[in-house]
């Protein structure tokens, strides 16, 4: 593969990983779950309301 190549699969693989995230959030949400994410380093539990922020970055 030449490095054109590998960085255009890069970009394909980090934006299917943003979608999935997305997807989580929106997911988490609409089920009125909560979401477990490592925060500045502390695992934190992460409810619907503060999933709107976080989906945003």
């Known amino acids: 593969m030449s ?3 590998i ?3 890069q970009e394909r693989i980090d934006a299917g990983i943003l979608l999935a ?3 989580l959030i929106e ?3 609409r089920d009125n ?3 477990v994410v490592m925060r ?3 695992v934190v539990r992460l409810t619907p309301d503060e ?3 976080y989906g945003k970055q």
């Open 40 to 42: 500045d380093g502390e």
């Open 7 to 9: 960085r255009e699969l």
């Open 27 to 29: 997911r988490t949400r």
């Open 33 to 35: 779950g909560d979401l």
């Open 3 to 5: 490095e054109f190549e």
């Open 21 to 23: 995230q997305r997807r």
């Open 51 to 53: 999933l709107l922020c």
